[in-house]
């Protein structure tokens, strides 16, 4: 600090220290926290990626509310679901911009699920969420403009990921709480409103964690009933099915389009006493929305249909679609 006297005025000047170390903790504001971390998935088919959301919600640098982490069309919009959820509920919303980062910022976001963990982020950083409960937990869900919680793809492969990575357990939908609880050893909490995931995460609400109490749960239940009554005929076809089901066999159908090889229906996985397999055919029925089914590409061999690894088995979309072009040029169109 250096005093001079000029015109009889006395001036003060301070001058700053360059050697002085620099605090490294994040900055507050008051009562505010600024940063706050959430861990939540994504779907990569139908295996899921732990995806932690971070929010920044300090007022130096942005001059718009941004999300990055190579974010899709539906999760940058989800920031306008989030900002009224969050008012119709009876919480403030910050009134300048934000940033939230979605990681890894190398894969792609896609869908609602990730509009929970980034209200609970933003409830984090302005400090209405006061403990670190969250950090515990895999958080997801979508959210509606009145706050209510609506159902998500994934669920079972979030639990799974959840015991993967050791956590407590999940905080989701409650449309999807028997879904998730068919993994043992992680607790299902499920939440109907955004407020009642914010009581429970401030330790004000007490909730139990969902169970099926024995109840056996199959994404069949909550898909349409098949049944052979749409096949007509071909008793030969359903023999071989009922048998291959009871062995737990591969089968492979050959046949013209329209003979019913792609709706006859294929009973449920029965020997799989460790569940195994059973929850990824459901991860995979209610990640995807359809059936465990897969179809040979139209050239392939003989000799290679028998060949685990063949690479030209495709999925049975591709083929139709594969189809549909070789009967439009057989009628003379261009490929």
Same mark, same amino acid.
């Given at each position: 600090m250096r005093e001079r006297a000029d015109a009889g005025v006395a001036t003060t000047k301070i001058v700053p220290n360059p050697?002085?170390? *620099?605090?490294?903790?994040?900055?507050?504001?008051? @009562?505010? %926290?600024? #940063?706050? +971390?959430?861990?939540?998935?994504? $779907?990569?088919?139908?295996?899921? *990626?732990?995806?932690?959301?971070?929010?920044?919600? @300090?007022? %130096?640098? #942005?001059? +718009?509310?941004?999300?990055?982490? $190579?974010?899709?069309?539906?999760?940058?919009?989800?920031?306008?679901?989030?900002?009224?959820?969050?008012?119709?509920?009876?919480?403030?919303?910050?009134?300048?911009?934000?940033?939230?980062?979605?990681?890894?910022?190398?894969?792609?976001?896609?869908?609602?699920?990730?509009?929970?963990?980034?209200?609970?982020?933003?409830?984090?950083?302005?400090?209405?969420?006061?403990?670190?409960?969250?950090k515990s937990f895999l958080i997801a869900g979508e959210l509606a403009l009145d706050g209510r919680m609506r159902k998500i793809k994934g669920a079972l492969s979030m639990a799974l990921l959840a015991k993967q990575k050791r956590l407590t357990g999940v905080i989701l939908p409650e449309e999807n709480a028997r879904e998730a609880a068919v993994v043992d050893g992680i607790e299902v909490y499920p939440v109907a409103t955004l407020s009642q995931a914010v009581s429970f995460l401030n330790e004000q609400l007490p909730l139990e964690p969902h169970e099926l109490n024995g109840e056996p749960y199959t994404a069949s239940e909550l898909a349409a009933a098949h049944d052979f009554a749409e096949v007509r005929g071909q008793e030969a076809v359903k023999r071989a099915i009922t048998l291959a089901a009871a062995g737990a066999h591969n089968l492979l159908m050959v046949g013209p389009p329209g003979t019913g090889e792609s709706v006859a229906p294929l009973p449920p996985h029965s020997h799989d006493p460790t569940g195994a397999v059973r929850c990824s055919a459901q991860s995979a029925q209610r990640c995807t929305g359809r059936?465990?089914?897969?179809?040979?590409?139209?050239?392939?061999?003989?000799?290679?249909?028998?060949?685990?690894?063949?690479?030209?088995?495709?999925p049975k979309s591709a083929w139709n679609e594969d189809k549909a072009r070789r009967a439009y040029v057989t009628r003379g169109g261009t490929p």
């Open positions: 050697f002085r170390k *620099l605090d490294s903790r994040p900055l507050s504001l008051g @009562s505010v %926290r600024v #940063l706050a +971390k959430v861990q939540s998935f994504i $779907l990569i088919g139908i295996d899921p *990626l732990q995806c932690e959301i971070e929010v920044d919600v @300090s007022q %130096r640098g #942005l001059q +718009k509310t941004v999300i990055v982490g $190579l974010a899709q069309t539906a999760v940058k919009e989800s920031i306008e679901r989030v900002h009224r959820a969050l008012i119709n509920s009876g919480y403030a919303f910050p009134g300048h911009a934000l940033l939230i980062n979605l990681a890894p910022a190398d894969v792609k976001k896609e869908g609602p699920a990730l509009d929970l963990p980034m209200a609970i982020g933003v409830l984090r950083g302005t400090n209405f969420i006061k403990t670190d409960r969250h059936r465990e089914s897969m179809a040979p590409y139209y050239r392939i061999r003989a000799s290679r249909r028998r060949r685990s690894d063949a690479p030209t088995i495709l």
